[in-house]
């Protein structure tokens, strides 16, 4: 499986038993995520997608708080994912086909709902100190997955974060990496940046 040099030592702290941080820096380190995630205005980024089978696409990324969210994919792929409303919505055109569930129960929630409490379900994973990773899961529903947000420490970004992508494992440990570069944030997103043409409506 082709891996992100910058998100491998992510996935070995998923698999390999390693000691917790220390309280205090563990409290510490998840109050700057969860500033950087209530600071975050808009970001838009390149991303590189990699699942488990090794497939990797590429695209670009608009993020705008709270809970928006857009990945669009490179030309010449069929596929759209939008956040908004509520709503995660995947868009296959080349089938026609959607499907929809909310935002809540996906990993990606925890980007996307900035009101969460950080400490009730997430927790810092040991890693390079030029890296700041953050394994989210709801201890109560582990059929939504889990994530590990990697960002890496930057003065001049919110927070003092970057962030640089996410692992993503579903409750069949299907794995999906995404790497993210060209990280722009405050810049104007239009509202209708995140409406989608449904496949399912027939044509004239």
Do not use: C
């Not at 857009?70 to 995660?88: D, H, N, W």
């Amino acid at each position: 499986m082709i891996r992100s040099a910058l998100l491998a030592p992510v996935a070995a702290a998923m698999m390999v038993a390693v000691a917790p941080a220390p309280a205090l820096a563990q409290g510490n380190d998840l109050a700057s995520v969860q500033r950087y995630l209530r600071g975050v205005t808009t970001m838009t980024a390149d991303f590189t997608q990699t699942d488990r089978a090794g497939k990797v696409l590429t695209g670009t990324l608009t993020w705008k708080q709270p809970g928006n969210i857009r990945f669009q994919y490179e030309k010449g792929v069929p596929l759209l994912i939008v956040a908004e409303g509520g709503a995660l919505t995947f868009i296959d055109y080349s089938v026609r086909q959607v499907q929809r569930w909310p935002i809540r129960n996906s990993p990606l929630g925890v980007l996307l709902d900035p009101s969460r409490d950080l400490s009730q379900f997430a927790r810092v994973t040991p890693g390079d100190d030029r890296l700041l990773s953050v394994e989210a899961r709801d201890p109560k529903h582990p059929e939504y997955g889990r994530i590990t947000l990697v960002f890496a420490r930057d003065a001049a970004a919110p927070a003092g974060l970057t962030l640089q992508g996410w692992v993503a494992l579903d409750s069949q440990n299907n794995r999906t990496t995404v790497r993210l570069s060209n990280q722009r944030y405050g810049a104007p997103v239009a509202a209708n940046a995140f409406r989608w043409n449904d496949p399912r409506r027939p044509t004239r």
